[in-house]
């Protein structure tokens, strides 16, 4: 078995029972059950709840590797390009308060992880969030 030194199977086994019910919701317009922890995650110390915590990824260098990931690179992308599919819904509307925050945490996150302008997760500031990044996201990682 390969190496996992992030743990990132952790989000593999929370995703198992619930992404398909996820991706439901996204393609209905809105998130509805409790999964954003570990569908769209962010940066640890962030947020101060145990699962923001658990979830937390630590570095953008953890993000990357998330990213690689065969199962849960491939998963974010698509429920980002899900969520561009959306017509006529703000982020608050599509995921409510304070998890429209965490997305815009999380597309930062991973756009500077893809290190690709034209990533899906720089398209989706540019949709939600005029292409403003997360301020404290950038902070952790040294960008801001």
């Known amino acids: 078995m390969a190496q996992d030194p992030y743990d990132l199977e952790r989000f593999v086994a929370a995703q198992a029972p619930v992404f398909e019910q996820a991706l439901a919701e996204l393609r209905a317009g809105a998130k509805r059950s409790h999964w954003m922890w570990f569908v769209f995650p962010q ?3 962030l947020g101060s709840s145990p699962m923001a915590s658990f979830y937390g990824l630590s570095s953008l260098d953890e993000a990357r590797a998330y990213l690689a990931h065969p199962v849960l690179g491939p998963r974010l992308a698509r429920c980002v390009e899900t969520v561009l599919g959306i017509e006529g819904r703000s982020l608050g509307e599509i995921f409510g ?3 429209d925050m965490k997305f815009r945490s999380s597309m930062t996150l991973f756009a500077r992880a ?3 302008a034209d990533s899906v997760f720089a398209r989706a500031l540019a949709r939600y969030c005029d292409g403003a990044e997360d301020a404290r996201t950038l902070a952790l ?3 801001g």
């Open 43 to 45: 940066l640890r110390g």
């Open 114 to 116: 893809a290190g690709e």
């Open 97 to 99: 308060t304070p998890d």
């Open 141 to 143: 990682i040294g960008a």
